[in-house]
């Protein structure tokens, strides 16, 4: 299934095992909701490390990458509730990057992700998404490999470019 926009936050984050129980109930019962009620927000996703770190993966896809910056998800980061504070305060690992979306190759819908993160030298660039674009993505996706479907290629915003594939 395709990403629901061109914009997208993906969020690395982690907490001690005795928070854990705390940390999802919140992800689970107020976080998700507040974010995909916002105006541009299309869908939000949580996934969890088999083995890495850190534990946990949460992606929300968007309209377009201005919908991170409204007035109003501008005004919810600003004023979090009580429950937010407390959780996000436990927070060992937090990584938060915003995104566009640049290929998204997609042919169904999957329960797993790997992601890579990297910087390419900027004379490289071009040359690289045109050969993501037109030879590696469609050849991984023609691979005898049912269990992955989903190939994409998303380019931070930070002044710093980088490029998250998943």
């Known amino acids: 299934m395709a990403l629901r926009g061109k914009g997208m936050l993906i969020v690395y984050n982690e907490v001690k095992p005795r928070h ?3 940390f999802n109930e919140w992800y689970n ?3 998700i909701d507040e974010r995909v009620n916002l105006p541009g927000f299309q869908r939000a996703r949580r996934y969890v490390a088999v083995r890495a770190t850190p534990k946990y993966l949460a992606t929300y896809e968007c309209d377009t990458v201005n919908d991170l910056a409204t007035p109003g ?13 407390a959780v996000m305060a436990r ?3 937090f ?3 915003t995104l566009r979306v640049q290929i998204d190759m997609t042919h169904g ?4 992700i790997t992601t890579v993160r990297f910087v390419p030298k900027p004379a490289m660039r071009r040359r690289l998404i045109g050969w ?7 050849r ?13 290629l998303v380019r931070s915003t930070s002044r710093k470019l980088s490029f998250l594939g998943f």
């Open 91 to 93: 927070f060992t690992h």
């Open 132 to 138: 993501l674009t037109e030879t590696a993505l469609p």
């Open 20 to 22: 854990e129980r705390d």
């Open 29 to 31: 019962r107020e976080h």
């Open 95 to 97: 990584n938060r990057m």
């Open 140 to 152: 991984a996706i023609a691979r005898d490999q049912p269990q992955c479907t989903q190939r994409r």
């Open 109 to 112: 819908e999957g329960g797993a």
């Open 73 to 85: 998800y501008l005004a919810l980061l600003a004023n979090q509730t009580p429950w937010s504070q």
